[in-house]
């Protein structure tokens, strides 16, 4: 079984900055694509970035410039900087990892982390 489980939330001003972490653990052979994705409420999830293995990013058009995605492979980390927060960007943020484990490849998510932009 494949856990992933986020840290770093919390109560942050417009303007100021968050760190994110999400650390997968398991029994995992690999990790390939790993994420962040949002729900504020009354709206759908939605994607914020990815990046893969080899360290390529894709962002949601919002946030580019703003926040930055990384991952340390040796310790199946992902992290989420969010820089310049907005009032809009205030979400449950949750951690996604596409994982090799024995029985095949699955798409893992974290139990989200409370991410709140104060006016």
């Known amino acids: 079984q494949v856990q992933l489980v986020e840290s770093g939330g919390g109560l942050v001003q417009a303007g100021g900055s968050l760190r994110l972490s999400c650390a997968a653990s398991?029994?995992?052979?690999?990790?390939?694509?790993m994420g962040w994705y949002r729900q504020a409420p009354g709206k759908q999830r939605e994607l914020v970035a990815t990046i893969s293995r080899g360290g390529s990013t894709n962002y949601v058009d919002s946030v580019k410039g703003r926040f930055t995605i990384s991952r340390k492979n040796t310790s199946n980390t992902v992290y989420l900087q969010t820089n310049t927060m907005k009032r809009e960007n205030t979400a449950v943020y949750y951690c996604?990892?596409?994982?090799?484990?024995?029985?095949?490849?699955?798409?893992?998510w974290g139990q989200g982390t409370q991410v709140t932009a104060s006016p």
């Open positions: 996604n990892a596409a994982a090799s484990v024995y029985m095949g490849s699955y798409t893992y």
């Open positions: 398991g029994n995992i052979f690999s990790i390939n694509t």
